[in-house]
């Protein structure tokens, strides 16, 4: 039989990206399948899903507390109103099951589907947020990327990551992903980014860090952020030393390109940069609940990363954690091999898996 398969993880590319990296999975393993995705305007829905060629239907945002609150018992008639879209699509698309990423279409995705078609949730940050908290107590089956999420009897699996991450061959991609952007072809390659919208104070640090770090030979690639500034070189310095970019689309290459990685702590990025094998300096969003330490902690255990607070990083701590690094080969390779140790980068198939055999019955 034909499986139609709906996702609902809108809103943010931490929810989108790991659902989309599911439902690839989900096509290469049922070439048959159909998957709709669930979004809303609101957010980076109507760029990210339609771009990955999978059908995208709209329904009205329910922005959520990020716990139970009084602002939670004030949205009923928009939470119905999202119910009852969700309702129509699972109908019109014939759904076998919802999986749901959390965010604000998950919430309403999985009060839709109770009762009426199989729930799988998958919570990707190392703390549960409202919507999973809510779906998990009537889903099929419960997955998480990291233990200790508070979800309930979650199998721990990972994130679904895109194939091109998963699959990357550094080493052999390494020499076109430098050429790519116009860095040395030899020598060790620092990549800086801090999400999307790039991080004030890795912009700043790498600022200060970066006459140090091509003294010693350490070339940059940075992602500071449509808001964000570059950093200004001193005169005279080589530009392939020192590479920055708004925004990098094309993550795969900035990966086979590095030797190590600056970079914030979200459970996308751990998991991503983790999975590839690189080492890295998290630095954690010094905001929110301080999900972000939680996120990148089995890393740091294994020995694949450190772990440095937002308000310690400076240019010269910059320098003090990544030219030893840097500069030692053995050291840099052993923590290569620790981070992609602890990582997941089947995520995307196990649980791919794990939903058929909930369509199927299977335990």
Same mark, same amino acid.
């Given at each position: 039989m034909?499986?139609?398969?709906?996702?609902a *993880?809108g809103?943010?590319?931490?929810?989108?990206?790991?659902?989309?990296a599911?439902?690839?999975?989900?096509?290469r393993?049922r070439?048959?399948?159909t998957v709709?995705?669930?979004g809303?305007?609101k957010?980076?829905?109507?760029?990210?899903?339609?771009?990955?060629?999978?059908?995208?239907? $709209?329904?009205?945002?329910?922005p959520?507390p990020?716990?139970p609150s009084?602002d939670l018992?004030?949205? %009923?008639?928009?939470?119905w109103s999202?119910?009852?879209a969700?309702?129509d699509?699972?109908r019109?698309v014939d759904?076998d099951?919802?999986?749901?990423?959390?965010?604000y279409?998950?919430?309403p995705?999985?009060?839709a589907?109770?009762?009426r078609t199989p729930i799988?949730v998958?919570e990707a940050n190392?703390r549960?947020?409202?919507a999973n908290?809510?779906?998990a107590?009537?889903?099929?089956r419960?997955?998480?990327?990291?233990?200790?999420?508070?979800l309930p009897n979650?199998?721990?699996?990972?994130?679904? $990551?895109r194939?091109?991450?998963?699959?990357?061959?550094?080493?052999a991609l390494r020499?076109?992903?430098?050429?790519h952007?116009?860095?040395p072809?030899?020598g060790?390659?620092l990549?800086v980014?801090? *999400?999307?919208?790039g991080a004030?104070?890795?912009n700043s640090?790498v600022?200060?860090a970066l006459?140090?770090l091509?003294?010693?030979?350490i070339a940059? $690639?940075?992602?500071?952020g449509a808001?964000?500034t570059?950093a200004?070189?001193?005169?005279g310095?080589?530009p392939?030393?020192?590479r920055?970019r708004p925004?990098i689309?094309?993550?795969?290459?900035a990966?086979a390109?590095?030797d190590?990685?600056?970079?914030?702590?979200g459970a996308?990025?751990?998991?991503e940069?983790s999975?590839?094998?690189?080492p890295?300096?998290?630095?954690?969003l010094p905001?929110?609940?301080?999900?972000?330490?939680?996120n990148?902690?089995p890393?740091?255990?294994?020995?694949?990363?450190?772990?440095? %607070?937002?308000a310690?990083l400076? *240019?010269d701590?910059?320098l003090a954690?990544?030219?030893p690094?840097? *500069?030692d080969?053995a050291? $840099?390779?052993?923590?290569?091999?620790?981070?992609?140790?602890?990582?997941?980068?089947?995520?995307?198939?196990?649980?791919?898996r794990l939903?058929l055999?909930v369509?199927?019955?299977?335990p």
């Amino acid at each position: 039989m034909t499986l139609s398969v709906v996702v609902a *993880g809108g809103g943010t590319a931490g929810h989108i990206e790991p659902a989309m990296a599911f439902a690839d999975a989900v096509r290469r393993l049922r070439p048959d399948a159909t998957v709709t995705a669930l979004g809303t305007e609101k957010g980076l829905d109507t760029r990210l899903i339609p771009a990955r060629g999978y059908p995208l239907e $709209l329904i009205p945002p329910v922005p959520l507390p990020r716990k139970p609150s009084g602002d939670l018992l004030r949205l %009923p008639v928009k939470v119905w109103s999202a119910v009852s879209a969700v309702r129509d699509v699972l109908r019109k698309v014939d759904a076998d099951v919802v999986v749901g990423f959390g965010g604000y279409v998950a919430l309403p995705a999985y009060l839709a589907a109770r009762g009426r078609t199989p729930i799988v949730v998958h919570e990707a940050n190392a703390r549960a947020g409202l919507a999973n908290k809510v779906g998990a107590r009537f889903a099929a089956r419960v997955a998480a990327a990291v233990p200790g999420s508070g979800l309930p009897n979650a199998e721990v699996l990972g994130i679904p $990551l895109r194939h091109a991450v998963t699959t990357l061959d550094r080493n052999a991609l390494r020499p076109a992903a430098r050429e790519h952007f116009g860095l040395p072809a030899d020598g060790p390659v620092l990549l800086v980014f801090g *999400g999307s919208q790039g991080a004030r104070s890795l912009n700043s640090a790498v600022a200060a860090a970066l006459p140090g770090l091509t003294e010693e030979g350490i070339a940059v $690639l940075h992602a500071h952020g449509a808001a964000g500034t570059p950093a200004d070189p001193a005169p005279g310095y080589v530009p392939q030393m020192y590479r920055a970019r708004p925004y990098i689309e094309d993550m795969h290459l900035a990966y086979a390109a590095a030797d190590a990685v600056l970079c914030r702590a979200g459970a996308m990025t751990v998991a991503e940069v983790s999975a590839v094998g690189l080492p890295a300096v998290y630095v954690p969003l010094p905001h929110g609940n301080g999900e972000q330490a939680l996120n990148a902690e089995p890393v740091v255990a294994a020995g694949g990363g450190v772990l440095v %607070p937002d308000a310690e990083l400076t *240019g010269d701590r910059v320098l003090a954690e990544l030219v030893p690094l840097l *500069g030692d080969a053995a050291r $840099l390779e052993a923590a290569g091999k620790a981070a992609r140790a602890s990582g997941h980068a089947d995520a995307d198939e196990r649980l791919a898996r794990l939903v058929l055999d909930v369509v199927e019955g299977r335990p």
